[in-house]
């Protein structure tokens, strides 16, 4: 099922997806969901991000390939960091380049949207508390990361977390092929069996240090090849069973 947040009108709502119509739901992704209340064909609706987090929680160097890139070492534990809210945009908005950064770099990775509140759950319970998938892209100002020796200020530009089109509900994140594609050419490519931690472990890892919100976005780290946009491109994610998520930078 492809979950969506859409507006109609100029109204927000949410939907599922089915092919060339969204059925708009009556209430929200994160409780019950109650009978649709009208079909709007999928031309006449603009997508949005497909969910309103409380925070993006997002993970450092998940991936063997790009740990072996940047010349670094496995991680005992999983590297997590924050990203605000307000870095949230969705498919075919602007990432817009800050005018202190002289390189800002595109991350393709999974996103993982949590359906409930959560707190301190194993691992083998995580998949019972994620509403789904959805495609995203870690924007980060590569040069105020080094400058800075933390990574609060190069990831947290507002639009630095586009994020969409919608979220699936129905996969398996354990082997899954990621890609980026910078102008349409491809810059990216690994697959989540590749994860030096996978979902599941991640999910319980984060619950035992914060508690996760309905609609929170867990980012799961990103493969070899990162590199450099410049205004004017576009850059697209795309992963396997999800879709492909397209943003230009402005």
């Known amino acids: 099922m492809r979950l969506v947040r859409f ?16 059925a708009e739901l009556d209430g929200d992704v994160f409780s019950s969901f109650k009978t649709p209340r009208t079909c709007h064909l999928a031309s006449a609706v603009k997508l949005m991000a497909p969910c309103i987090p409380s ?16 010349g ?21 908005e602007a990432i817009h380049y800050p005018a202190m950064s ?3 770099d595109y991350e393709a990775e999974l996103g993982v949207v949590v359906r409930d509140r959560v707190r301190n759950i194993d691992p083998e319970e995580a998949r019972d508390h994620l509403l789904g998938y959805t495609c995203a892209n870690d924007v980060t ?42 102008n349409g050419k491809r810059k990216q490519s690994s697959r989540t069996s590749q994860f030096i931690f996978p979902v599941d472990v991640l ?17 799961t780290g990103t ?14 994610v795309r992963i396997e069973g999800i879709g ?7």
């Open 72 to 92: 670094l070492a496995v991680p005992e534990e999983p590297i997590i960091f924050l990203k605000p809210p307000t870095t949230v945009v969705g498919p075919g």
């Open 223 to 236: 493969p070899a090849g990162i590199g450099p946009m410049k205004p004017g491109d576009e850059i697209e």
């Open 102 to 104: 002289a390189q800002v």
């Open 141 to 182: 100002a590569r040069d105020l990361q080094k400058k800075d020796g933390q990574w609060t200020r190069a990831k947290s530009f507002d639009t630095f977390c586009p994020v969409g089109p919608w979220i699936e509900t129905d996969l398996d994140p354990g082997d899954l092929l990621v890609e980026s594609y910078l």
């Open 55 to 70: 925070k993006v929680v997002a993970v450092g160097l998940n991936y063997r390939d790009h740990a072996k890139e940047l």
């Open 203 to 219: 999910v319980s890892f984060i619950s035992r240090i914060m508690t996760l919100n309905p609609g929170d976005l867990i980012i």
């Open 7 to 22: 507006l109609v009108r100029e109204r927000p709502a949410w939907g599922i997806l089915n092919n060339d119509e969204v």
């Open 244 to 250: 492909s998520l397209k943003n230009v930078v402005r």
